[in-house]
């Protein structure tokens, strides 16, 4: 099969995909709704059932019309019958009632459909987002992960709403429609279908040329969405590098891009509606124009013309709808793409398949033979092997990309070696149930991220049904007890947005307070101390002091003060050990430890 390139912008943010690319991406989208309505099934089926019969009683109108002029008024006249015409009137009365409460009916049935699909979807992406490993997250970027979850999500509510209901009862309604026009004078009903091929190439040209138009204003409303979350999470930067007129002119090409896309969109709407109307218009004049004719000769009877014009008429009334519909489809095809590509990523750090329990660690981290980089053109650790025996603490110090941090990830799992092994008391981490491994090690980065709520519940992070007598016991260990207390509320201060109401040292200190309650085997801290003023890092020393007691630690720390409390200091250059010693042995020799200690003593003074 050829691979011609097809123009439109994919679920993934591109404006190339090759046809094939695109069957395979239309394909992973169709899975995903099928897989969203198949528990639904006989709620599916309620409402096409009711759809069927309202649509039916509703169609049933013109005919009785009809009937009426042609047989219930001459009654009337000719024999001063009334039974007919009652008879009609109750019956139009009957399916227009019938009809409208049918309706009604679908309309709640559809909207359960719509709120239990939403919310299927909605607790799908957050879920799998979460489960989703860290290189993930490092790559997508924090506003299309929010556009996924807010507009792409609100354009795929908008079509279950409204546009999916449109499309189907029009779509039922016009074969309704069409049938009971061939039933009723089968002329009419030909000249209605010859009608339908200009119908149909005026829908194929609107479906065509919109599909591309509609995609793009998904992306570029992504890239919207992006550039202003973006700026917003980094404000402190922008104010600092005063970046607010350059972020005004890029956010302001975006948004005219936007507005761009979105008047191509209305001027093609602009130029199908009149094109519909048109072909209506011709329509209903052909069949006024042939069946007056007929009535002249006598060979039709003026309310069977009556009601032949009012069935062209209705035929294409919900076509505008369906026209909407198309409106809604292509924002809600692309946004379901984009959606359908994030469902279908899978972690790069598996959950292993049968996972070995550790019920008890004692903290013995292994590194053998390691070899490890975040992509295929780099290594960052290109053949590593190192013991840690358990309750040792050890630094890990050495200039920025010698691959501290990157060994910080690996005892964690956040990443897999790509050769050799991390093990934990002897069992592989890949092995190892997620459980029993987050239980086992913990990290403390230097952003000490505090969640929404009280002090309380940020502590408890690492132990959820921790008593609040535990919380105390741990935020006195670690020396956070005092400043929580002179809080408002105290324990049940709200921390406001990411710590807000906390100074820098005091999350860390919660931080700290939330690792020492999780109680690890393995504590591991990255740069946990390198945001700190001198101050504040002596206020913490001491709840280094009691948070690595009895436990293996890895510390990496530009900060050498930091080091001192170390058992053991691992000096690292490019993915390799170059020095391995008690820190008081590599100060008192001349290696790059001492070096570096040197040159820190002098910044000191």
């Not at 609107?206 to 917003?232: C, D, L, P």
């Not at 980065?445 to 959820?464: C, H, M, R, W």
């Not at 921790?466 to 049940?492: K, S, W």
């Amino acid at each position: 099969m050829s691979a011609t390139t097809v123009t439109g912008t994919s679920g993934e943010d591109r404006s190339d995909y090759t046809r094939d690319e695109s069957r395979a991406i239309r394909r992973r989208s169709l899975r995903l709704l099928g897989s969203l309505v198949s528990p639904l099934t006989w709620q599916l089926v309620l409402a096409g059932a009711v759809l069927i019969v309202s649509t039916a009683l509703r169609v049933a109108g013109p005919a009785l019309i009809a009937y009426g002029i042609n047989n219930a008024l001459p009654a009337v006249v000719e024999r001063t019958d009334w039974m007919p015409t009652i008879g009609v009137v109750a019956v139009f009365l009957s399916a227009g009632v019938g009809g409208a409460a049918l309706i009604g009916w679908y309309v709640v049935v559809a909207a359960r459909l719509t709120q239990a699909v939403m919310l299927d979807l909605r607790k799908r992406i957050f879920l799998h987002t979460q489960r989703l490993s860290l290189e993930f997250h490092e790559s997508y970027t924090s506003g299309r992960i929010i556009s996924r979850q807010t507009s792409d999500l609100d354009t795929i509510k908008e079509l279950l709403d409204g546009g999916l209901n449109e499309l189907v009862s029009g779509i039922l309604y016009g074969v309704f429609t069409l049938i009971a026009l061939l039933l009723l004078d089968w002329q009419s009903g030909v000249i209605l279908l010859v009608m339908g091929l200009p119908l149909y190439l005026l829908m194929r040209w609107f479906y065509t040329r919109s599909q591309r138009v509609y995609r793009e204003s998904r992306v570029i409303s992504a890239q919207v969405i992006v550039k202003f979350v973006e700026t917003m999470t980094g404000i402190r930067a922008v104010k600092a590098f005063r970046k607010e007129r350059r972020n005004d002119d890029e956010f302001g090409a975006l948004a005219a891009d936007y507005r761009e896309v979105n008047m191509r969109s209305i001027r093609l709407f602009g130029t199908f509606e009149p094109g519909l109307m048109a072909v209506a218009a011709v329509s209903v004049a052909l069949v006024l124009l042939w069946g007056g004719l007929r009535v002249v000769d006598s060979s039709l009877l003026i309310g069977t013309l009556l009601a032949a014009v009012l069935y062209v008429r209705n035929f294409f009334a919900p076509l505008q709808e369906v026209a909407f519909f198309l409106n809604s489809y292509q924002s809600a095809t692309a946004a379901l793409e984009k959606v359908s590509g994030v469902l279908e990523e899978e972690p790069t750090v598996p959950d292993p398949v049968t996972p070995v329990d550790l019920w008890t660690s004692r903290g013995h981290i292994r590194f053998d033979g390691v070899r490890f980089g975040y992509n295929a053109a780099t290594t960052i650790l290109p053949d590593f092997t190192l013991d840690i025996p358990a309750g040792q603490t050890i630094a890990l110090v050495g200039t920025t990309g010698a691959g501290k941090s990157t060994l910080a990830k690996l005892v964690s799992r956040f990443y897999d070696p790509t050769e050799g092994s991390v093990t934990l008391d002897d069992i592989d981490l890949r092995r190892l149930h997620p459980k029993d491994l987050r239980r086992a090690i913990v990290m403390v980065t230097q952003e000490a991220y505090l969640f929404s709520g009280t002090v309380a519940d940020n502590i408890a992070l690492g132990k959820p049904d921790a008593t609040m007598d535990e919380i105390r016991a741990a935020a006195r260990a670690v020396g956070a007890d005092t400043f929580i207390e002179a809080l408002p509320d105290g324990y049940d201060t709200d921390v406001n947005k990411r710590g807000g109401r906390v100074s820098a040292g005091q999350r860390q200190l919660i931080s700290f307070a939330r690792a020492f309650l999780a109680d690890p085997a393995v504590l591991i801290l990255d740069e946990a101390t390198a945001s700190l003023d001198m101050p504040s890092e002596r206020m913490i020393q001491d709840a280094l002091q009691t948070l690595l007691a009895d436990r293996t630690a890895i510390i990496i720390a530009h900060r050498l003060s930091t080091v001192a409390i170390a058992d053991r200091v691992l000096v690292m250059e490019h993915g390799r050990i170059i020095e391995d010693d008690t820190p008081a042995e590599l100060i008192a020799g001349d290696g790059k430890f001492a070096q570096l200690h040197a040159a820190w003593r002098e910044s000191l003074v």
